[in-house]
Antibody, heavy 127, light 108 residues
Framework: QVQLQESGPGLVKPSGTLSLTCDVS?????????WSWVRQPPGKGLEWIGD???????DYNPSLKSRVTISLDKSKNHFSLNLSSVTAADSAVYYC????????????????????WGQGTTVTVSS | SSELTQDPAVSVALGQTVRITCRGD??????ASWYQQKPGQAPLLVIY???SRPSGIPERFSGSNSGNTASLTITGAQAEDESVYYC???????????FGGGTKLTVL
């Protein structure tokens, strides 16, 4: 059973770069799967940051795209998030997740869901 | 529109049926997925696809889609179902992913 665990500094200075890692256990990261980062500011809802496929393909939230990089290290079975030029507004709980997706041909619909989540890690941006 | 809209709060009497809705243009081509989140915990997937439940999710949770609206139905709500529920989808043109604002469910 796949499990995910986020890790990284809990405190980042303003204008610095937030760097987090998501360790994947119980299965290879290089399988035919997309991986995702999601964040949740204190008391607020979920915000999608971006997705990455094992081939290196990425999709990013347009509101964060200029500051976000998601990368994948197959040798370490983990994927990472870098968010640059951070401000207090980037303070949040950051989650990594595994994506399941596909096409329901009989109904001409697609599906997309995050079926496995890490426990989340809190990042505070403050001097 | 690339947004998903949910009612902020819904309440249900213990043992009764409740429907939580999610609206957005992306739902015309993507099924909504639904997540339950309790305070201090990571979101938990409860419904995905046309109406699929991950292992361990009770049968009282079900989902449906019609036009630009998706619904999560809890048939016979239990006290432990009191949570915030989020819908989630993806835009078929941009591949951008979105979450609804969340619905806080209170079980009375």
């Amino acid at each position: 059973q796949v499990q995910l665990q986020e890790s990284g500094p809990g405190l980042v200075k303003p204008s610095g770069t937030l760097s987090l890692t998501c360790d994947v256990s119980g299965g290879p990261i290089s399988s035919n799967i997309w991986w995702s980062w999601v964040r949740q500011p204190p008391g607020k809802g979920l915000e999608w940051i971006g997705d990455m496929y094992q081939s290196g393909s990425t999709d990013y939230n347009p509101s964060l795209k200029s500051r976000v990089t998601i990368s994948l290290d197959k040798s370490k079975n983990h994927f990472s998030l870098n968010l640059s030029s951070v401000t207090a507004a980037d303070s949040a709980v950051y989650y990594c997740a595994r994506i399941i997706s596909g096409h329901d041909y009989s109904n001409s619909y697609y599906y997309y869901a995050m079926d496995v989540w890490g426990q989340g890690t809190t990042v505070t941006v403050s001097s | 529109s690339s947004e998903l809209t949910q009612d902020p709060a819904v309440s249900v009497a213990l043992g009764q049926t409740v429907r939580i809705t999610c609206r957005g243009d992306s739902l015309r081509s993507y099924y909504a997925s639904w997540y339950q989140q309790k305070p201090g915990q990571a979101p938990l997937l409860v419904i995905y696809g046309k109406n699929s439940r991950p292992s361990g999710i009770p049968e009282r949770f079900s989902g449906s889609n019609s036009g630009n609206t998706a619904s999560l139905t809890i048939t016979g709500a239990q006290a432990e179902d009191e949570s915030v529920y989020y819908c989630n989808s993806r835009d078929s043109f941009t591949n951008h992913v979105m979450f609804g604002g969340g619905t806080k469910l209170t079980v009375l």
